[in-house]
Each structure stands twice: as C-alpha cells, then as structure tokens.
C-alpha cells in the first residue's frame, strides 16, 4: 500500500487557486459549496475552516470511496480512507457527506443552489461531461465551477480518461454563459454569467 497522497496540498495550482478564488468569499453568510470526489477532505477540511466560516454556510461533499482505474497502481486501503475523511471532518456541523455515485447526487440536486462546484472524482471525459452539465442546473448564476486534473498526463495516452475533453466540450456548449476565471493549467475555473 501507497502513501495516501494529499492531491489538494501537492498538485500544481489547487490550493493556490482556492486561495485566489475563494478567500474573497471568506465569512459570508449562506455560501453553499459541493464538492464532487472529497477522498480524505484535505479541500473539505481546508473550506471549511478558511471559507465556509459564516452562519448559514455549508458544504456538501459526494463520495463513494472508491477505487476509479487510474488510482489502481496505489493499492489505496478505501475503508481508511472513508475513515479519515469521517475522522476529519466530524467536528464540523456545516458538512454533509453523500455516499452516492456522483450522477446520482446531481440528478436530484437543488437548482439554482451552490455558489462553487467542485468537480474532482472520476476523471474520465464522459463522466466529467455529464458532471458538468447536471451541475449547470444546482450552479447559482454567478457561481464557480472548478475542475481538477485538466492537463493530467494520461490526456497523450488515452482522451477518454481524462477531463479535458469534457471540461472542453461543456465549456464550448455554454461558452455564452461562462466567462474563464483562471488560465487554464493544471485546473479550469468558469463563473456562471448566466442562466
Ligand atoms: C482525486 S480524489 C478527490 C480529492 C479531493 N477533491 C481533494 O482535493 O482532496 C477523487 C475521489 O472521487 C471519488 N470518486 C470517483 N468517482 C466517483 C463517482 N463516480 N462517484 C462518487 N465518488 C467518486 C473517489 O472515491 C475519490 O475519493
């Protein structure tokens, strides 16, 4: 068994761009975030204490636990990693875990209703694809929405097991309505201009 890596603390750019672009949010009220593939909460842990800080504000993460192909050759311990995420975030009263498939959670979200969604759980383009367009509808007009793994290496091997053709293909279907808050690297951030 692997190390369990913290990709929020080590990946090129993911906390610095929660940085950047969640700290302005910082203690307001009634802020509702969803994060879609939550592992061991490193980012849960990380909004919850430096963002999701004012009354009313909340954060819902989605999580199967589970071992998705690319992670294989870690040999991850999933029941531990469930564990620690439980462990981790049970002293917060503002989280919410739903242990579903990510398709399943969006099919029944509430619209017009997260002020960020981030979208880092399975990385394959379809899945990707269909994450981002359940999420327009739950996605606030003037809300974020983020997605991890958009340069990731296998992207050469195999563009169907990566994001970034169906970060690409929901972003040119909705081009109108999304302006780009970042330049696009390691991670891609839209803001929802409108409906
Ligand atoms: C890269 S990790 C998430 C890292 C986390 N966002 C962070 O920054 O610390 C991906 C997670 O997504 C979960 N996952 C993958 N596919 C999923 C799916 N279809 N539905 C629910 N969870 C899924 C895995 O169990 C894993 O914990």
């Known amino acids: 068994m692997s190390k369990i890596p913290n990709w929020f603390e080590e990946t090129p750019h993911a906390k610095k761009n929660f940085e950047e672009f969640l ?33 009313g504000s909340e954060l819902h993460d989605v999580d199967l636990f589970i071992e998705t192909p690319e992670l294989a050759f870690l040999k991850l311990e999933w029941g531990g990693i469930e564990n620690t995420y439980l462990e981790r975030t049970s002293k917060y009263t503002n989280v919410t875990l739903y242990k579903q498939h990510t398709h399943v959670f969006l ?13 880092d759980a399975c990385p394959e383009a379809v899945d990707v694809l269909i994450e981002a367009e359940l999420s327009w509808f739950s996605l606030k007009v003037g809300g974020i929405i983020a997605f ?23 972003h040119s279907r909705r081009r109108e309505k999304l302006s780009l808050v970042n330049v696009p690297t ?5 803001k929802k201009e409108s409906n």
Do not use: C
């Open 23 to 55: 700290l302005p949010m910082a203690g307001k009220e009634n802020l509702k975030f969803l994060q879609l593939g939550a592992f061991t909460g490193d980012a849960s842990v990380w909004m919850l204490d430096n963002v999701l800080t004012g009354k």
């Open 107 to 119: 099919k029944t979200a509430p619209l017009d209703y997260y002020d960020f969604i981030y979208v």
């Open 186 to 190: 390691h991670q891609v951030w839209l």
């Open 148 to 170: 991890d793994d958009y340069e990731f290496g296998m992207e050469r091997v195999n563009h169907l097991k990566t994001p970034k053709r169906g970060v690409e293909t929901f």
